[in-house]
């Protein structure tokens, strides 16, 4: 059974930090591209960071606050959020995918919310 558990999220006050942990299960965490979305109210989801094949991106809004990594031994993606801002908050999710023989497999968290206000 393919779990992803995102943990981390909270109430925070602006340039504060936060750091969201993703434990998966169910399938090769090694073989994976691993991401994390968020969704704030009103607003479709969006790409915050990914790490695939050595390769690491983020969104331009969040580029030198936040920082992704994973632990293939612990089956876990972390995404380390500095100076936080309001508009970060949102409900941040994680997200798993691997292209095989033509087949494309998607994951998702539950998501954890991440509140920034004073």
């Known amino acids: 059974q393919v779990q992803l558990v995102e943990s981390g999220g909270g109430l925070v006050q602006p340039g504060g930090s936060l750091r969201l942990s993703c434990v998966v299960s169910?399938?090769?965490?090694?073989?994976?591209?691993m991401s994390w979305y968020r969704q704030a109210p009103g607003k479709e989801r969006e790409l915050v960071a990914a790490?695939?094949?050595?390769?690491?991106n983020y969104a331009d809004s969040v580029k030198g606050r936040f920082a992704i990594s994973r632990d293939n031994a612990k089956n876990t993606v972390y995404l380390q959020m500095n100076s936080l801002k309001p508009e970060d908050t949102a409900v941040y999710y994680c997200y798993a995918e691997r292209s095989l023989y033509g087949r494309t497999y998607r994951y998702w968290g539950q998501g954890t919310q991440v509140t920034v206000s004073s």
């Open positions: 790490s695939a094949g050595g390769s690491i």
């Open positions: 169910g399938f090769t965490f090694s073989s994976y591209a």
